[in-house]
């Protein structure tokens, strides 16, 4: 019982510095914020911050990508009578991308440019999407769908909203799910066979 505490609070600690330092970073830039300077903000040792939160680049990839189980689980809510395409599931199972652009758009777009201001970061953050990739796949599988084309399909999601959140990002007036929903329109309308007979 000791030990389940005593993880819940490094866990919630953890939880605190990650999001404070990283609206230090995006406040000051990522180049002028060193992690000896986010240490000192936060309050903390050099060991301390590195104990709980890695290193700089840890701190944005863990707040940038959320959970790794949210766009499966997204899609496993789903109830099958509900979608008429894959294009269309996956759209669905996006959701969560959603959800955080309309809670705080503005502080969603201050991270985003963060992330087009040094490059190696977004690069790190693709490779960390790997396993948000493999459980959207996952979901799909459940569902039936070869695993070949599961994997494909989830990658190309990603990559989806990925160039989804730059157009967004673009556009102050803009609207992630009206980007989202014309992007897997073009996509579903690409893939059905009347536009690959035509």
């Given amino acids: 019982m000791k030990t389940d505490l005593r993880e819940r609070t490094h866990a919630m600690l953890r939880a605190e510095l990650t999001d404070a330092a990283f609206e230090l970073i995006v406040e000051h830039g990522y180049d002028a914020m060193t992690a000896d300077e986010l240490a000192r903000a936060l309050g903390i040792s ?67 440019r963060l992330i087009q201001s040094a490059p190696e970061l977004g690069a790190r953050l693709r490779r960390a999407r790997v396993p948000q990739i493999d459980d959207l796949a996952a979901a799909l599988v459940e569902r039936g769908t070869d695993e070949f084309a599961a994997a494909m399909l989830a990658s190309a999601a990603v990559a989806v909203l990925d160039q989804c959140w730059s157009q967004w990002q673009r556009n102050e007036r803009a609207s992630l799910a009206d980007i989202l929903d014309r992007a897997f ?9 009347a536009r690959a007979s035509s």
């Fill in 46 to 112: 050099r060991a301390s911050f590195f104990r709980y939160l890695g290193s700089k680049d840890d701190v944005i990839v863990s707040v940038m990508l959320g959970e790794d189980r949210q766009f499966g689980d997204a899609l496993r809510a789903v109830e099958p009578p509900r979608v008429a395409s894959q294009w269309e599931l996956l759209r669905i199972a996006l959701a969560p991308a959603i959800s955080l652009a309309e809670s705080a758009p503005e502080r969603q777009r201050a991270r985003l």
């Fill in 185 to 193: 329109a073009e996509l579903d309308a690409a893939s059905s066979p």
